[in-house]
């Protein structure tokens, strides 16, 4: 293997070479044979695992995450360029459809047409900090829109530069080794810079997780170009989660303990954490989670921007009429403007909580939550919907005869109520179980109404989000020559085609009353 | 049957019971049968086909537009509403992916997850003045949200009024009857009433078909909300059709007459008529297109302002340097402000065309039509990527060995140049036949990058529209009562779902390298 540079862009003047090698290499990485594309992602999944030891070690010390998450943030990033290397060949999430020329269609003669999902062009993607790995520059947004067949510039996050250049040096090398084209990939520094690019007529799609109103910055940037384009921002949530009265009889020490680790993990620097438990009054939960907060260690947040809006939405919160702390945890400075922290959990009434300003209603990005305590589920349903927008996550604790569907009409009811209003407001329901932790899976769905994204129409964990970087083309009376392989009658791949699949006599015949 | 009233508003002081009732219907609509959605649809088209004299009639006066012309238009709509009706009841369109609980996943243990599309709550169509029925009340839009589950709100056209309440007074009435909620579908006038609508928190998707002016206007409002919301907007396209020189020696009259009939029907007033036509320099074609065009009687345009705005159009191109007319139609003033026209199609070197200001690059819609003359093919590619931004279609018209993939390496690198350009900048590839007459069925994309439309990542016409209305849901760990059917492992509809399939093992070996 021969020697190949990362394409770099430190500040808005540099980036024009950038810009235009990705747009050169648009047609051909949309032509680039899905056996070449699912290579070059599975050569960066085995390069990045085979430098874990050095990868980890820089990135522990550039956000505070712990070695043992950093190590399993990385085998999720390899193992989710794999997933995406696996739909490449398995192909089938290019919806290919096929409907045949036919001069008997109901609304007479149809010329042939062939539609299947084909790759937008240069994607820009804006890095996270709380995933140096899995949602920045080798994470789930890159590998889709490679994956998609994207040219693919990623802005680098300014909390762990370092690990950005190492894992991109790996990325840039592992795509030229695998047959990618020049142009392909590249990385830019600055904020300036990604705001430059964003407004660049040749990004066709831009993706991001971070802040909320980082996120809207950017959303109205790509919303205001001349040629608007898709923006794909996972911002801010709240995550939702009730437990109902008899689940709450049955499982309250895991409850307890479920829940203070939820809230805790990564120093609740996750966008899943549950930030609100509606609880009955009356609980019992305090000792169980006063008693499972003093297991949880200290914790560095990730920088000092995170630590300072922290301390303040915990004070915040705590001064509020009829908040009550259950643990109050430490927020103790350490280096740098940064702080040490152990989760702080407090408790509300409904009543006070819903007649509260709107910023006890809003994310504290850390180890706080708080628990809601209510009289009545019947009234927990319509709190949420007052309180709450698009979240990614809604959490329901069911009672096993809920759970089982076998218990009295009324509790029945008002979880089906608030199964139907999650249904609407988030991305994810969650039974049972705690939002964080997001499985990479198909099914996997990591998005929701805003604010916990500012487009709800695809995910950004899993492998659906290759959709993203997608885009709708029909063919239209062409020639097989000229068609992707996937519109090919002869279906060279052996690829998942739905052929004339409308208008079938037998089924329209009934329908056609 | 019990009469039922269509709910209306007339300006925006009347918007807030409507926009409620909506909210109000989103939870019923999206839990309401698939065959009670199908069934409503299904008997407003049978409806609107038994009203077909009265509402061609009004159609008529209303727009100018030919008898024949409507009552075709009124039985695609009525087809394209049983075709959603098709897509709901065979609902694979929900793309059900279920991943079943698995402690070995490549991952470690992961939860059980199943997701579908699910609808996004109550939709906001701005009607179109160019296709009184199917692209207006009970057009493709609505079609697609009512077939989603979501609860529609029309904000009708000031073009044809009288139609937009006899269509809205059928479906009311269709709606009721077959079982859909109170609420489910409203009509509004107005454009005040739209842009308040379309910033009221209620409304979660919007969708237009109209000018380029407008619907910017719109999108800016839809990403500018405080809950930015998905807006499908499909405004303008000129719509590249190119000649090979082989192609143009093969079939000279045929393309000349297929032309002119593709520039005029409608009165060019459709979104896919041909603006450009890039044929060789001394095609031969002048002869051919004026007759073709002297058998093309006068046609009314739609209002007062599209007939200023098409005088000025062509007025504009024809003054420009080294624009050379074919045919000069004529704009002869009728009643109201309107005009009454005659195809015009010029013709203008490739050189003049490149160096030409950017309007003459631009849409008239109206039955006008520039030729643009090259003397290489090689040269055609550069000129569309740099004259033209994202359009609906881009046409190709081959010679028999360029479709047979017979010809010359030369002659076929140039087709494949044009195709991958199209690929990139177009949603509909046309080959050996032109761009208008939208055919409806599930392979069908009628979409494209800006300006042709605000949200290239669906269609306007064809099935695949119900995604515009629907988002990707997950259900972690739910037990089977409290999921939709589609997600039920019993699946009790028969419904297509995809199962546990990503990291198996076999496959997931083969790439693990």
Same mark, same amino acid.
């Given at each position: 293997?021969?020697?190949?540079?990362?394409?770099? +862009?430190?500040?808005?003047?540099?980036?024009?070479?950038?810009?235009?090698?990705? #747009?050169?290499? %648009?047609?051909?990485?949309?032509?680039?044979?899905?056996?070449?594309? &699912?290579?070059?992602?599975?050569?960066?999944?085995?390069?990045?695992?085979?430098?874990?030891?050095?990868?980890?070690?820089?990135?522990?010390?550039?956000?505070?995450?712990?070695?043992?998450?950093?190590?399993?943030?990385?085998?999720?990033?390899?193992?989710?360029?794999?997933?995406?290397?696996?739909?490449?060949?398995?192909?089938?999430?290019? /919806?290919?459809?096929?409907?045949?020329?036919?001069?008997?269609?109901?609304?007479?003669?149809?010329?042939?047409?062939?539609?299947?999902?084909?790759?937008?062009?240069?994607?820009? @993607?804006?890095? &996270?900090?709380?995933?140096? =790995?899995?949602?920045?520059?080798?994470?789930? /947004?890159?590998?889709?829109?490679?994956?998609?067949?994207?040219?693919?510039?990623?802005?680098?996050?300014?909390?762990?530069?370092?690990?950005?250049?190492?894992?991109?040096?790996?990325?840039?090398?592992?795509?030229?080794?695998? $047959? =990618?084209?020049?142009?392909?990939?590249?990385?830019?520094?600055?904020?300036?810079?990604?705001?430059?690019?964003?407004?660049?007529?040749?990004?066709?799609?831009?993706?991001?997780? $971070?802040?909320?109103?980082?996120?809207?910055?950017? %959303?109205?940037?790509?919303?205001?170009?001349?040629?608007?384009?898709?923006?794909?921002?996972?911002? $801010?949530?709240?995550?939702?989660?009730?437990?109902?009265? &008899? #689940?709450?009889?049955?499982? *309250?020490?895991?409850?307890?303990?479920?829940?203070?680790?939820?809230?805790?993990?990564?120093?609740?620097?996750?966008?899943?954490?549950?930030?609100?438990?509606?609880?009955?009054? @009356?609980? $019992?939960?305090?000792?169980?989670?006063?008693?499972?907060? *003093?297991?949880?260690?200290?914790?560095?947040?990730?920088?000092?921007?995170?630590?300072?809006?922290?301390?303040?939405?915990?004070?915040? #919160?705590?001064?509020?009429?009829?908040?009550?702390?259950?643990?109050?945890? !430490?927020?103790?400075?350490?280096?740098?403007?940064? !702080?040490?922290?152990?989760?702080?959990?407090?408790?509300?009434?409904?009543?006070? =909580?819903?007649?509260?300003?709107?910023?006890?209603?809003?994310?504290?990005?850390?180890?706080?939550?708080?628990?809601?305590?209510?009289?009545?589920?019947?009234?927990?349903?319509?709190?949420?919907?007052?309180?709450?927008?698009? @979240?990614?996550?809604?959490?329901?604790?069911?009672? !096993?005869?809920?759970?089982?569907?076998?218990?009295?009409?009324?509790?029945?009811?008002?979880? *089906?109520?608030?199964?139907?209003?999650?249904?609407? !407001?988030?991305?994810?329901?969650?039974?049972?179980?705690?939002?964080?932790?997001?499985?990479?899976?198909?099914?996997?769905?990591?998005?929701?109404?805003?604010?916990?994204?500012?487009?709800?129409?695809?995910?950004?964990?899993?492998?659906?989000?290759?959709? *993203?970087?997608?885009?709708?083309? +029909?063919?239209?009376?062409?020639?097989?020559?000229?068609?992707?392989?996937?519109?090919?009658?002869?279906?060279?791949?052996?690829?998942?085609?739905?052929? @004339?699949?409308?208008?079938?006599?037998?089924?329209?015949?009934?329908?056609?009353?």
């Amino acid at each position: 293997m021969s020697p190949h540079t990362l394409n770099t +862009a430190d500040d808005p003047s540099t980036i024009d070479p950038i810009l235009a090698a990705a #747009a050169a290499a %648009a047609v051909p990485l949309a032509l680039l044979a899905p056996e070449v594309r &699912a290579g070059g992602l599975c050569l960066i999944a085995d390069r990045l695992e085979a430098d874990v030891d050095q990868l980890v070690t820089i990135a522990e010390s550039e956000t505070g995450l712990t070695p043992t998450r950093l190590r399993g943030e990385l085998k999720r990033t390899a193992v989710q360029l794999r997933l995406f290397a696996e739909s490449v060949i398995d192909g089938s999430y290019v /919806d290919a459809r096929i409907d045949e020329a036919d001069d008997q269609f109901v609304l007479g003669t149809r010329p042939d047409l062939r539609r299947s999902l084909r790759p937008v062009g240069p994607v820009l @993607n804006f890095a &996270a900090s709380n995933f140096p =790995f899995a949602f920045s520059v080798a994470g789930g /947004d890159s590998a889709a829109a490679l994956a998609a067949g994207c040219p693919l510039i990623v802005k680098v996050h300014s909390g762990h530069p370092k690990l950005s250049v190492a894992t991109g040096e790996i990325m840039a090398q592992a795509l030229f080794d695998a $047959g =990618f084209p020049s142009g392909a990939f590249a990385l830019i520094f600055g904020q300036q810079t990604g705001v430059d690019s964003l407004k660049d007529s040749r990004i066709q799609a831009g993706s991001f997780t $971070g802040s909320i109103s980082a996120g809207r910055l950017l %959303a109205d940037i790509a919303a205001a170009r001349p040629q608007p384009i898709q923006f794909f921002g996972e911002l $801010g949530s709240v995550n939702p989660a009730v437990v109902t009265p &008899a #689940a709450l009889n049955e499982r *309250r020490d895991t409850i307890a303990t479920g829940f203070v680790s939820s809230v805790s993990g990564s120093a609740g620097q996750l966008c899943t954490k549950p930030g609100f438990l509606f609880a009955p009054t @009356n609980h $019992g939960l305090d000792s169980g989670i006063s008693e499972a907060a *003093r297991s949880i260690p200290p914790h560095r947040l990730l920088n000092p921007r995170i630590a300072d809006s922290y301390a303040k939405g915990v004070a915040s #919160a705590l001064s509020l009429p009829g908040v009550r702390p259950i643990v109050e945890g !430490m927020c103790a400075p350490v280096a740098d403007g940064n !702080m040490s922290v152990t989760p702080t959990i407090a408790a509300v009434s409904l009543t006070d =909580f819903i007649s509260s300003p709107q910023s006890l209603h809003e994310e504290v990005f850390g180890p706080f939550s708080l628990i809601v305590e209510y009289d009545s589920l019947d009234d927990v349903a319509a709190a949420i919907a007052k309180a709450f927008q698009g @979240n990614l996550t809604g959490t329901l604790h069911l009672s !096993m005869s809920e759970q089982a569907g076998t218990a009295s009409e009324a509790a029945l009811a008002s979880v *089906r109520t608030l199964t139907d209003l999650f249904a609407l !407001m988030v991305g994810r329901l969650v039974f049972n179980d705690w939002p964080t932790g997001v499985s990479v899976t198909p099914a996997q769905q990591h998005g929701g109404p805003w604010p916990a994204t500012t487009n709800d129409s695809s995910t950004s964990v899993g492998t659906a989000a290759i959709q *993203r970087f997608l885009r709708p083309v +029909a063919f239209q009376g062409a020639p097989e020559h000229l068609l992707p392989p996937e519109l090919q009658l002869k279906n060279p791949r052996g690829l998942k085609q739905t052929i @004339n699949s409308a208008g079938a006599s037998a089924r329209w015949g009934l329908l056609d009353s």
